[in-house]
């Protein structure tokens, strides 16, 4: 499966839009772009995924550019509770295994 | 989202005794699940990947035989953490596939502290 890179760390303010990219620049045809999240000592949770269109769910919108080499999520109005290790990760199809990078540690500010 | 119930979640242990940890999919059936170990200011590791009816296929460097799988049923599986050690202390994950979705959903986790 293709790596990902993310910034390290990223700070936002509290009700602004946080826009978090990711450069997936091997990732090929049939690979798709997961957006999970991690808020401190609990299990990742699911954002939300695509494989070319643009793509908008209750929590997010996935932006992918058209050669599929980066993609970003933006958080719509973060809040205090957005605060978490968001994980952009690509796999092949959808019985692939994940295999989660460092991801990028959003500190969302008042 | 769908649910996904991990049990216990935390647990503390002797040094040398086995402890079982259960995942299980509360409102889908899951062929495949997932298996992850995670260390302080870490990332998931993924451990093996659970098959229901089959044998568990493990990662590179994973103890089969240290940590057990089994996924006798399309809503349960089972790690157990063998004659454990203080380094097998940790922060274990499991998630289970919806695959009318292409979605994995992650158990709340099971903090393992091994004395």
């Known amino acids: 499966d293709a790596k990902t890179t993310q910034p390290t760390s990223m700070d936002c303010a509290e009700g602004r839009a946080a826009n978090l990219p990711c450069n997936h620049s091997t990732i090929s045809g049939n690979e798709y772009v997961y957006w999970y999240r991690q808020i401190h000592s609990q299990g990742p949770q699911y954002i939300i995924h695509?494989?070319?269109n643009n793509e908008t769910n209750e929590m997010a919108s996935l932006i992918i550019t058209e050669d599929r080499k980066s993609s970003t999520l933006i958080l719509p109005h973060a809040t205090l509770r957005d605060t978490a290790v968001y994980y952009c990760?690509?796999?092949?199809?959808?019985?692939?295994?994940?295999?989660f990078g460092a991801g990028t540690q959003v500190v969302v500010t008042p | 989202g769908a649910v996904v119930s991990q049990h216990p979640s935390w647990v503390i242990c002797k040094s040398g005794t086995s402890v079982k940890i259960e995942c299980r999919s509360l409102d889908f059936q899951a062929t495949t699940m997932f298996w992850y170990r995670q260390f302080p200011k870490q990332s998931l590791m993924l451990m093996a990947t659970?098959?229901?009816?089959?044998?568990?296929?493990?990662e590179q460097g994973v103890e089969k035989d240290k940590f057990l799988i089994n996924h006798a049923s399309l809503t349960l599986s089972t790690l157990t953490v063998t004659s454990a050690h203080p380094e097998d202390s940790s922060f274990y994950i499991c998630?289970?596939?919806?695959?009318?979705?292409?979605?994995?959903?992650f158990g709340a986790g099971t903090r393992l502290s091994v004395l």
């Open positions: 695509g494989l070319k």
């Open positions: 659970s098959n229901e009816g089959s044998k568990a296929t493990y």
């Open positions: 998630s289970a596939e919806q695959g009318a979705k292409n979605i994995q959903y």
């Open positions: 990760i690509v796999r092949r199809d959808s019985w692939g295994k994940f295999q």
